[in-house]
C-alpha cells in the first residue's frame, strides 16, 4: 500500500501511549433498571485499560512492544505494570505516581456478552504533555505509534505530533469518541474507529458497509490515510488509496466483547510492522478478535499468535 511503508521499521517496537485500569468485573444476567438491586455472577479484578489491552495484544500477536502510561503507587498498578512486564512489554515508560490513585473501570457484562463499562481516569488522567518528553527517542525510534483518548487530549496531540514530525505512522483508536483537535487529522496515518465513534466524529450514522465507506471518505478528506471502521458482528469497513473494501468477521458465540476492539488493533499492528499489507494485517486482528470474544475479562481473554496460527 503506497501510503504506509514500514520498511526499515522491523526490529523496532511499537509504542503504546495510553491508558491502564484495573478492570472490576461483574457478569450479570441484564443490565438492572434504574433503582434495581439484582443478583449478579461472579465478580472479577482483571488488569485492562485500551492502551494496556491494546500493548497486551501488539506483543502477545508477535510484536516488540513499550508502553508508556502512568498508574497510581498502589497494588493495583504494581499489578498492571507485572502484567505488562510478563508479556515481555518494555514498561520503563509506565511511572508510578503517588498524586492519584490507578485508574479503573467498573464492567458489567451481561450473559448475552455485551458489556457496558464507566471509567474513572485515576494517574490516566494525570498523564501531561511534559511526561512524554523524557520518552521522545522511544517514540521518535518506534516501528509505529498507537493510541487511544483514555489519556487527556493534549497527551494524544503531543505524541502524535512528535511521531509524526519523526516519521513514525500513527494509528490512532479514538475512543472513547470525542471530537479531535484540527491539526491531528492530517497527522494520521491509521484510523480505527467502531460504529459509534465514527459516526460522532464524522457526522455521518454509520449502520453498514456502504454508511461506513461515506464515513471514511470524511476522515480521508480531512487527511487521513487509511480508514478501518469496525462493525461489530458485520466486520470491518476499510477506505485506503486502494479503494473500498469490506472484509466480513468470523462467525463465532460470544461471551464478552471485552478488549475485542483492543485485540483487533493489536493484530494490525502487529501484521503491519511485520511487513503485511494492510488487507492481511486486518484479517490477522480479526482472527484474533474472534477468538478474544469466546473467552472472558479483558487482558486474559487476548490470544497469543500460535492459538490463532
Known sequence: MSTLDFSGRKGRPV?????????????????????ETMHGHEFSTLPGGKGANQAVACARLGAKVSMIGQVGNDG??????????????????????????????MILVEDIGQNRIVLAAGANGA????????????????????????????????????AHAAGVPVLLNPGPAVPLPEAIWTQIDILVPNESEATLL?????????????????????GVKCVLITLGANGVAVVDDGGE?????????AVDTTAAGDTFIGGISAGLVEGMPIDDAVALGQRA??????????????PYRREIA
Request: glycine share 10%.
Open 76 to 105: 493495583f498498578g504494581s499489578t498492571l505494570r507485572d502484567g505488562l512486564a510478563a508479556d515481555g512489554i518494555d514498561v520503563g515508560g509506565v511511572r508510578q505516581t503517588t498524586a492519584v490513585g490507578t485508574g479503573v473501570a
Open 15 to 35: 509504542v503504546v501511549v495510553g491508558s491502564l485500569n484495573m478492570d472490576l468485573v461483574m457478569r450479570t444476567p441484564r443490565v438492572p433498571v434504574g433503582g
Open 202 to 222: 464524522s457526522g455521518v450514522e454509520v449502520t453498514d458497509a456502504p454508511s461506513a465507506y461515506a464515513a471514511a471518505h470524511v476522515f480521508r478528506q480531512r
Open 245 to 253: 473494501r469490506h472484509l466480513p468477521a468470523h462467525v463465532v458465540k
Open 289 to 302: 478478535s474472534a477468538l478474544c470474544v469466546t473467552r472472558h475479562g479483558a487482558q486474559p481473554s487476548i
Open 127 to 162: 498523564l501531561t504533555p511534559a511526561d512524554l518528553d523524557a520518552h521522545a527517542a522511544l517514540i521518535e525510534g518506534a516501528a509505529m505509534l498507537v493510541l487511544q483518548l483514555e489519556v487527556p487530549m493534549p497527551v494524544v496531540q503531543r505524541a502524535i505530533e512528535m
